[in-house]
């Protein structure tokens, strides 16, 4: 295959080049780190002698594991609506302008690894018995045009194709549980992705700026610049003290007159926050967050949150073009309050994939079945659905991160003996997955698994060593420069020191050395001039 020369990089030889796709394809002159595999039959034609592994989602799991596999025994093809992969630790940072969106995302599509294929799709369904993944492209409208400008990011489906595998990794994550709550889908704010932390970061900016106009009364300013953060969790938790920071730091400097009227309220169903730390970091916490005039109240249940103001004294509703974008919220224990955003942390509930398209019934699957138990005769006659934990909604996985079917209760072969099957190449990593074993639903478990499956089948011995979860502990950020960190085996440090092993740590967890870089840099430059509180 040509090179492009040093000649080509010139305008003249960029030209001549572009002249060239009239009648050839001008993959046929790129290199093929920066080719598109755009045909399906190109990519089978690609395949050699390798296995096709489908990884469906760009997350911790999928985009780690995507690295990990080795380009001459496998070819890898992730399949996610995302182009990205979001490094969710700094997340919270980010929402408040303490780290650029930059700094936290890395694109599947690397030149450093041209053998990861890369598909901008919807996985749909999935085939066991014939082994291909339905998909539908996925794109966003950017023309130009007023009727397209209202349209601009609205999520389209194209058209449909399948993918063959010979083997599987799902591996596309969980949503935000939001226990149906009225409301709530429709008018939180969430913290899953770093388009969340951009709505969040313009929210708050837009709010200090109604509240700074002069046709704002005093009692529209309070209610403007209360946030609520639902959830007591370290992701919660660490975003009402980004949030706090953002206020200390920067705000005070530029909206003076209206800083004291800010207030900031985490809630919780629960009777504490931080159930996963220690009791004595937990408390520690509570007295970090009093001191900063963050309030926090547990044992409090949302009911509904709708756009618009408060119902007032006399009965009557204001407005919704009175209320400035304001939200009330409806907690069962204080009534209504008036909100400017609502940002939604309260856990996390099965992807709507595993929901709905993983519990179909499917064609059993002979050739790639690892019998568990029931009879095994006839099984080709049984009905067969994905196995899914009750409580979380995952699919169940055996020690192997394999998946599990189970016989459909329905099937006329059905006995009263529950039969279950393992399938052999389907596997599910992350937040999809629940073993056994309860593990926590959290990075560093979707990495460990990615990691070790990844080695596995590099080596060929799958069934060798089962995965065993390592707790590496659990580190969250309080604000006023302060952390918790409690290790796997019940040691804690809180405080300076742990903020100082809190951002040393998660630098050195980034993926690219870029990000390694950059992200000193901007906590440097942040210290230094100040966040950027840039509204776009």
């Known amino acids: 295959m040509p090179i492009i020369s040093r000649e080509c990089l010139s305008t003249r030889g960029i030209l001549q080049v572009l002249s060239l796709t009239k009648t050839h394809s001008l993959n046929n002159y790129l290199p093929i780190a920066f080719q598109r595999k755009l045909s399906v039959s190109e990519l089978d034609a690609r395949k050699g002698g390798r296995e096709r592994i489908i990884i469906l989602g760009s997350g911790w799991a999928g985009f780690v594991l995507s690295r990990r596999l080795k380009r001459e025994k496998f070819q890898v093809v992730v399949v996610s609506p995302r182009s990205y992969f979001v490094f969710t630790p700094l997340l919270a940072g980010s929402a408040v302008g303490s780290q650029e969106f930059r ?3 890395e694109p599947i599509r690397n030149r450093k690894y041209p053998h990861v294929e890369f598909m901008q799709a919807w996985a749909d369904n999935v085939d066991f018995s014939r082994k291909t993944v339905p998909t539908a492209n996925r794109y966003e409208d950017y023309s130009p045009g007023r009727e397209a400008e209202e349209k601009r990011r609205k999520k389209r489906q194209g058209k449909m194709f399948d993918l063959s595998y010979d083997k599987l990794v799902v591996a596309v994550g969980s949503y935000s549980q939001t226990f149906g709550t009225p409301g709530v889908r429709e008018n939180a704010f969430f913290l899953k992705d770093v388009s969340d932390a951009r709505r969040i970061r313009k929210r708050i900016l837009e709010c200090f700026e109604i509240a700074s106009l002069p046709t704002t009364d005093d009692a529209l300013r309070r209610q403007i610049l209360n946030f609520a953060v639902i959830g007591g969790g370290p992701t919660g938790m660490e ?7 953002l206020v200390h730091q920067d705000m005070a400097k530029l909206y003076p007159k209206v800083q004291e009227l800010v207030k900031v309220t985490v809630f919780d169903v629960a009777p504490k926050v931080l159930s996963m730390f220690d009791e004595s970091l937990a408390k520690y916490a509570s007295q970090v967050f009093a001191r900063q005039n963050i309030d926090i109240k547990t044992s409090h249940h949302v009911e509904s949150l709708r756009r618009g103001l408060p119902t007032r004294a006399d009965g009557t509703t204001p407005t919704t073009d009175d209320s400035e974008g304001c939200f009330t919220m409806k907690v069962k224990e204080l009534g209504e309050t008036g909100v400017g955003a609502c940002i939604w942390s309260t856990g996390l509930m099965a992807n ?3 929901q709905k398209a993983l519990q179909e019934v499917h064609t059993y699957p002979e050739a790639s079945i690892v019998e568990r138990n ?11 659905m994905v196995d899914c934990n009750d409580r979380t909604g995952g699919i169940q996985v ?16 059905s006995s009263e003996e529950p039969k279950t099957a393992i399938v052999s190449d389907v596997f599910a990593l992350g937040d999809t997955a629940s073993m056994s074993t309860p593990l926590p639903r959290m990075a560093q478990v979707a990495n460990q698994q990615a990691l070790w499956l990844g080695k596995r089948l590099n080596k060929g011995d799958l069934t060798v060593t089962p995965f065993n979860y390592k707790n ?9 420069a302060r952390a918790l960190l409690q290790t796997g085996h019940h040691g804690h440090v809180s405080g300076r020191t742990a903020w100082y092993i809190w951002r040393g740590a998660y630098v050195s967890m980034a993926i690219s050395w870029r990000n390694k870089m950059l992200i000193p840099i901007y906590w440097l430059l942040n210290w230094a001039f100040g966040r950027d509180i840039t509204r776009f």
Do not use: K
């Open 103 to 105: 700094t936290i995302l």
């Open 239 to 245: 975003f009402a003290a980004e949030l706090s920071d």
């Open 352 to 354: 709507r994939f595993v």
């Open 374 to 384: 029931g009879p095994q005769s006839h099984s080709y006659n049984t009905q067969w």
């Open 398 to 413: 055996d020690d192997y991160m394999r998946v599990q079917l189970t016989a459909d209760s329905t099937s006329p072969e």
């Open 472 to 480: 590496l502990g659990v580190m969250a950020y309080i604000g006023g």
